[in-house]
């Protein structure tokens, strides 16, 4: 039996469903997946960028329940902490805290430009200028952690929570055809080439439900 359940909406859809199972799978957790309808009204309205929810991502873990992906993260570290899920540095833990905090809070011109859509691919997508910004502070972020730590992920040799939380925009930049400058290319490569994410996006291609308002016609 999985020691653990994660409550998410979509494979294809669902960024921050992504990330909060991506951290258990970090962390060494088995967990067995819950998938909500994306009918469900909370659900879609998170999906739809309208308000965010506490259903989503949601991980029961014995009798504790924690929801929204960083307070997973700091529940997975705290359960696992030689998993990685943080560096071991304090410097690098504030660091890697930032980064992803920024993640969690920012980017809402990139994130409504480009809503993540796994099974969808539109080349020489044209992006918007305030897409744009987002996009070349989110390289600068990958370029400074790369050159800091060596790579291949952005703390080093091993995925940490930051890995996690801009795995999503790995999907996007590869739907939407972003050419990216190096090293950040190759990390996006990196990243979309993990077994974990393989496994995540062949199971949003053979998803079923879909949702009109994210499948637009470009």
């Known amino acids: ?16 469903s992504l990330r909060g199972w991506l951290l258990c799978r970090f962390a060494g957790l088995d967990v067995e997946v819950e998938k909500l309808s994306v009918d469900d009204a909370s659900a879609r309205a998170e999906l739809l960028l309208l308000s965010p929810s506490v259903l989503t991502p949601r991980l029961v873990h014995g009798d504790v329940a924690v929801w929204g992906t960083l307070a997973i993260a700091e529940y997975l570290h705290e359960l696992r902490p030689d998993a ?7 410097g690098a833990r504030a660091h890697c805290r930032s980064v992803s905090g920024e993640m969690h809070a920012g980017f809402a011109n990139m994130r409504a430009a480009l ?11 044209r992006v918007y200028a305030g897409a744009e910004a987002d996009i070349e502070r989110i ?21 940490t929570v930051a890995d996690a939380m801009y795995a999503p925009v790995c999907t996007r930049f590869a739907t ?11 990390y996006c490569d990196t990243v979309l080439a993990l077994p974990d994410m393989v496994a995540w996006m062949e199971a949003a ?14």
């Not at 990685?84 to 304090?90: I, K, M, T």
């Not at 939407?176 to 190759?186: F, G, H, K, S």
């Open 115 to 125: 809503p993540m859509d796994i099974r969808a691919h539109h080349p020489d997508f």
């Open 139 to 159: 390289q600068s972020i990958w370029a400074e952690c790369l050159d800091t730590y060596g790579g291949p992920f952005l703390f080093g040799a091993t995925p």
């Open 176 to 186: 939407y055809d972003i050419a990216l400058e190096e090293p950040c290319a190759d």
């Open 84 to 90: 990685g899920l943080l560096p071991s540095d304090q």
């Open 1 to 16: 039996m999985p020691d653990a359940t994660i409550t998410i909406i979509s494979r294809n859809y669902g960024s921050w």
């Open 205 to 218: 291609v053979r998803e079923a439900e879909g949702v009109s308002e994210l499948e637009v016609e470009f």
